[in-house]
Each structure stands twice: as structure tokens, then as C-alpha cells.
């Protein structure tokens, strides 16, 4: 099992900032940490940021210029730093996960997800 904890989320008004971070633990597989997503009451769960296969963070157009990902392997930490926050980011962020065993694809893994609130 990989136990995957987000924290940072909160109330914030519009125009203010978060900076959430995901922390991920296994004594069993080896860990990637992707990247974030959101899900929005009566919506789907949706990307906001991950890191591609170069390490580089990639952005939904929603986020862009407005969220910083970054991630620290050896902490095996995943932050996402908010900035310029509005109504329509009110949602619960959840991080994702890999777990990997020696042989094998990776398996997915969520955290409980932390609650962002952004007041007009």
C-alpha cells in the first residue's frame, strides 16, 4: 500500500493563495508523484497540474500563470503553490500517485483530497 496525504487546502478570498502539499509513503512500493486534480460539486474529477516524464510540470490552461507545481523526489513531497485564486477554483484537490513493485505497471493511488474555498 502507498499512503498518499494532502494538506494546505483552506478558505481563501479571490485573489489570494494557497500552497497545498501531498505526501507519500510506502514500506512496499516505490512512489512517483504525479500531480494534482480537482473535482468541483456535480463535476468531474480534472487535471490542474502533473509532472511529465521529463520532470517538467504541465498545466491545465486553467492553471497556467497562476499555479506553480514542484516536487522534492528524495522528500517524496508534491506542492502546489496557488496563486491569484478564484471562485471557480473551489474544489477538492486530490493528489495522484503511483506505486511501483519490482515488476509491473504502476497502480494509482489518491489522497482523501483537501477541501479549497475561494470567496467573491
Known amino acids: 500500500q502507498v499512503q498518499v496525504v494532502e494538506s494546505g487546502g483552506g478558505l481563501v478570498q479571490a485573489g489570494g493563495s494557497l500552497n497545498l502539499s501531498c505526501a507519500a509513503s510506502s514500506s512496499t512500493f516505490s512512489i512517483k508523484l504525479v500531480g494534482w486534480y480537482r473535482q468541483a460539486p456535480g463535476k468531474q474529477r480534472e487535471l490542474v497540474a502533473v509532472?511529465?516524464?521529463?520532470?517538467?510540470?504541465v498545466y491545465a490552461d486553467s492553471a497556467t500563470g497562476r499555479f506553480t507545481l514542484s516536487r522534492d523526489n528524495a522528500e517524496k513531497t508534491l506542492s502546489l503553490q496557488m496563486d491569484s485564486l478564484q471562485p471557480e477554483d473551489t474544489a477538492v484537490y486530490y493528489c495522484?500517485?503511483?506505486?511501483?513493485?519490482?515488476?509491473?505497471?504502476?497502480?494509482?493511488?489518491w489522497g482523501q483530497g483537501t477541501q479549497v474555498t475561494v470567496s467573491a
Open positions: 509532472m511529465d516524464s521529463n520532470g517538467e510540470p
Open positions: 495522484h500517485v503511483l506505486g511501483y513493485l519490482r515488476v509491473g505497471p504502476g497502480i494509482d493511488y
